[in-house]
């Protein structure tokens, strides 16, 4: 009962026949950003790790 190959395709064809081409590359564009920020923000201990060390380099130049 899942989707075929058929149906994948009528549904591709109805959503360029609503949207039409220029606008389908812009849609693509902002879903994909939209993704990015979302993995970004799932993932900001990633990027507390990799700040820590720098300030603890800083520091040592301070002492």
Request: charge should be negative; hydrophobic fraction near 40%; glycine fraction near 12%.
């Amino acid at each position: 009962m899942g989707l075929s190959g058929y149906h994948l395709v009528i549904i591709l064809v109805i959503v360029l026949v609503i949207f039409g081409p220029g606008k389908l590359g812009g849609i693509g564009k902002s879903l994909g950003t939209a993704i990015s920020e979302f993995k970004n923000a799932m993932s900001p201990e990633e990027k507390k790790d990799e700040e820590k060390p720098v300030d603890k380099l800083e520091d040592k130049k301070d002492a």
